[in-house]
């Protein structure tokens, strides 16, 4: 990081001004730069943008989710998504090109309450955001355990370069599918590690906004390992 | 408004007020963010006596559809008075009155909300008072706009509301309840402190255009204080405790 270190900001409030891009969360006013949401700044190489401390899932393309499917018409499937939108998983993508809705029972394939791992194709804000499930490590979710947390702490959760997840899926020998939509699915072997993978993740969620979270996290995990 | 004849001295010969208040003073304002946990955002305000509790939830799918607009998210506000809210019951069906409030602080925080980003969704907010002593939807507004920010709705800037007012012959900051309805003028104000910018103004009562002017000057002064309490409110529910990252 260059130039000035993260602040706590609130909407309206002036993070900078001058020659600066204005990226997520923040608007120019005149020749200050402003933030729109309660977060912490960042000014980062010419570009400033606030890191939300609050608020919901925006579906943006590319991201992983994890979504249970809440109802299906003759052509798609809706998934709640933990979003203000559903995502929209067409019928021809898990039936292939040659769907055909007289033939192909919908229902075998995916029913309501089932959870999938999807990413979003396309989130144009026009329409509901469409989902994929074909694709590596996505797909129907038989096993686990789903934990919800707020979307806006899982750039927490993974960590510097997915250090935290990391740590934490190492030391409990267990599995984390995460959604960038806050949904997460933990599955292990040990119920144990189960058991202390959901604690690390409800204490990373609880202190999210601590520094030196990962010694934290580390801490409890070793604590109780005996 | 010509003023009514009561007993109360709404001003007496050392200006100070009936409640015991200066004129250029405002009642004393706590606002708490975060106070429910089913709403997606809330905030609790205490503006003098004025006791407002606000939940907003969303963005969120529109019911009734029809209402839905495909190029932004729409705004619904419900300011409601609880039946204690007042000395006599009041009816808690939605009364002319209360309508009016809930469309005039929507549109006060129309300018400040960032809905373009959230097309075909309804933020809505319910403002509920549980207790009142004049000057209610500028506390509404206040808290309205506190607990949007809690939700996380992008927004310009935080809307503060205060208002200013004529009583005994003289400027007053912030009208209570006996001076609204002994008094000659009641100007509330809704104001965006950093775009300098006011969105919601309305009048009753005659005032001429020398008093506007300071009124106006006054209740500006006033929507300021109440801004860094708002702002207080808010630092104090996310940065409040732990260090900083």
New interface residues.
Partial sequence: MSGERKRHVIPGEVITSGSYRAEQNTIQVGDNIVSTIVGLSDVHDGSVRVIPLTGGYLPKDDDLVIGKISSHSSLSWTADINSCYVGMLPASDVFGRDYSSSSDDMTAKLAKGDLIAARIVNADMTRDPLITISGRELGKIDSGELVKISPNKVPRLIGKRGSMIQMIESSTNSQVTIGQNGLLVVSSEDPNGLLKAIQAIELIEEQAHVANLTDQVNEMLESKSE | MGGRDTDIVLLDENGIRCDGRKVNETRKVTIKAGVLKNA??SAYIEFGDNKILVGVY????VHPKHMSD?DTGILRCRYHMAPFSVGERKNPAPSRREVEISKVIKEALEP?V?LK?????AVDVYMEVLQADGGTRCAALTGASVAL??????????VAGCAAGKAADAVILDVNNEEDQAGQADLPIGY????KKITLLQLDGVLTPEEYKQCIEIGIDGCNQVYEIQ?KA??DK??G?????
């Fill in positions: 997606n955002g969303g963005p969120r799918d495909t400040a960032m980003e959230f097309p075909r969704t920010a809690d939700a996380g709705i992008p927004m310009r800037d935080l965006m402190p950093n775009l702002k808010l630092q996310f940065f405790s732990g260090e900083k990252q």
